[in-house]
């Protein structure tokens, strides 16, 4: 052969290896073949050093891709009600950009007082597409732990008691996140029920409980939200952390649920490599960088899940195929976000955005008491409305640890109400203040709050009516994550100063903003109390919609509300059952939490979970079965009609409890199966149509570890909120 045919050979020899080579890398980079197939390949091209540096933090909120291979960094940003400001690169503080200011959308128990999953489906995707916009990958949420007790600092992150309204709401909102190729990432999986110890703290629960009221809305959202990631808790159950428990993550999540998604470890939740190589956990972020567990720069080369796992790897001590499941999960999410097909683009602080926070905010604020009519007040009705507290200005979005927010605009509630009733009449008074923000806790505030009150009963004085705009804020010890509230009253001598306030006004509106539930010794005197939870960006405006009746209120408590702490299942026993001694909490009331509880203890309420005031009334008719006698492989139809029998048209939510009658093992008195929120005109009915399972008949049996729905007699339970039961309806079932 002639040297210019050998080199014409080789030279379509380089031409074709090459072009073969590039048609097989654009296997991963090729959007239409599918996920597992883009997965595998980009798995065969990496090196170990590349699939190790996948696992761990580079930054405060990234990880790395692969550079080398154009596959892009992972870029997770809290929270779960609002994308929150870019921070330093290893720093939690912010980053002070300029672009990045969010729409705060209500917390988490306001979207839970909606019982509406339309609405959790147009929050998520409307915070989606924020998070979209910014070009995440991750959001840092929702959180589902459950209501366990009202003094946990974050449960305003969350979604409320019962497990059946968590995992109704979290499926929607998840989806939604993700039909905008950001992953949401459920948290914080699993117990993380309290912030005191919650580094250290080993729950023992029972298998029941666990399975029964604290796991359920994380299998929703993995199961039928088909979520894409998920948070570590900071906390210990069976002796182990959780970012690193294997039977938490490896058997529970990924083998009994099919997760096929990635673990996230909360920040600074990682302490063991042999764990976290073993455990589950797939991404390590946040051990040892400044401010969270230990002070003091830690090179992200040394992360639990850095060197040392390389190192293993190479010697032998790790397998791996634990490293290659692990690079594959988080592939997997990368080429289901930012390498996605078809990926839409997003919005950022749009009208629409806004819209939804208006929306989500009107139909989760609760009205808890409305004596004779106080409520709606119509503009034009009184010249003088006193607004009075600290709450009525501050912001409520900034502060409560990891959710802080830099927002775009927050409508305050003292602006709201001067939009709507006009500035001229609207008398403002603070009345009580709270203390600065310290890092762990809080400096008092250095005003004189005896000229405070004066200042305040003396507006009170004159006014024709008074609206206190009060409850708690995101400062330390109140609805703040790293530490719980020290109390069930409300702060700041909240409750003297509405005492001495209805001294001189008779007619005296309490509007409380907070996450939690709290005590009201004024509630006899007040004329309405309108629960108003953390509303967001257009907090000021929904308020003023309810207020004025230009929205009908809607809501219904994700929450009981405790005459005292102590008839909360958590206080009812001894310190290791709320906080616990350090090391060790034990959930003495097991599967009872929340109305659970209170029911089946007979303790009397303030306020019961599901319930909520409207302008207008609704008459319940009697509730039906489909059949009297099922087997479990039926389902069941249940049907009731509901009537709106006032003059203004209204939302409902008609909620269905089931009592299991006959029963082996002891069950609550009665448990949330389903809920359906109607709208209805004045004078129009409607009927709600229910259907049961199996499941929802079901309790977890500890011996067997399964679900078992027993033969017997149960009640189905119509009712307007947990305590009030418009009607009942026997079945069997066989
Ligand atoms: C919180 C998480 C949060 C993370 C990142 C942790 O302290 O527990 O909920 O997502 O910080 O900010």
Redesign the pocket.
Known sequence: MKKRHITVLLLLYFFLSSFFGWAQSALYLDESQPVEVRVKDALSRMTIEEKVALCHAQSKFSSKGVPRLGIPDVWSS??SHGVSDEKLWDEWNSAQWTNDSCTAFPALTCLAATFNPKIARLYGTSIGEEARYRNKTML?GP?VNIYRTPLNGRNFEYMGEDPFLASRMVVPYVQGVQSNGVAACV??FALNNQEIARGEINVNVSDRALHEIYLPAFKAAVQEGNVWSI?GA?NKIWGLHCCHNDILLNQILKNDWKFDGVVVS??GGVHNTDEAVNGGLDIEM?TYTNG?TTQGHFPFSSYYLADPFLKGIKSGRYEMSKLDDKAGRILRMIFRTTMGANRPYGRFVSPEHSDAARKTAQEGIVLLKNEKQFLPIPEGRYKKIAVIGENAVKSLIVGG??TSLKAAYEISPLQGLKNKYGESNILYSMGYASGRPLYGAEEPSRLNLDSLQNAAIETARQADIVLFVGGLNKNYFQDC?SGDRRSLSLPFGQDKLIEEIQKVNHNVAVVLLSGNAVLMPWLNKTKAVVQGWYLGSEAGNALADIISGEANPSGKLPISFPRKLEDAGAHAFDQLCYPGDGNNVYYKEDILVGYRWYDTKKIPVLFPFGYGLSYTTFQYGKPAVSSKTITAADSLEVTVSIKNTGKVAGKEVVQLYVSDETSSLPRPVKELKGFEKISLEPGEEKTVRFTLTKEDLSYYDDIKKEWIAEPGKFKIMIGASASDIRGTVDFNLK
Do not use: P, Q
Request: glycine share 26%; no cysteine; proline share 0%.
């Open positions: 809290d929270g840092l959180g948290k914080h948070m900071y909360d920040w946040g969270l640890g990891s994550e």
